[in-house]
């Protein structure tokens, strides 16, 4: 299957939420560069496609639903920008995301529940 690819690094987010609320795994690691690192559940660490389809496996097999929180304008600098939303549960996420050579972004890092 083909994903519209993110033209702006908070594309990933909305496109997180769509694809998470349709069950589709595929489609939340297509997201993700190959050697991306996820930081969930928390104080866990999942790298690369393998792990993080694993992550969301489990994750989605729960059924969960997602809603769109409050996401933050990215701050880019050059090829990459940090995401970073507050979830209606009051967590907040944040993301480094990297413009790809086709000018798409995929996520790099991806901590889903930033604890200070």
């Not at 993110?6 to 769509?18: S, V």
Request: net charge negative; aromatic share 8%.
């Amino acid at each position: 299957m083909t994903y519209e690819p993110a033209t702006e690094p908070n594309d990933l987010g909305r496109y997180f939420i769509e694809r998470g609320n349709a069950g589709d795994v595929d489609g939340l690691v297509a997201l993700y560069e190959p050697d991306a690192v996820l930081a969930f559940p928390p104080g866990n660490l999942a790298t690369g496609h393998a792990q993080i389809r694993e992550v969301y496996e489990r994750f989605l097999a729960a059924r969960p639903v997602l809603t769109q929180g409050r996401q933050h304008a990215a701050l880019t600098g050059g090829d990459l920008a940090l995401t970073s939303s507050t979830l209606t549960s009051g967590d907040v996420t944040v993301e480094i995301a990297r413009r790809q050579p086709d000018g798409s972004w995929l996520w790099a890092v991806d901590q889903p529940v930033f604890v200070a």
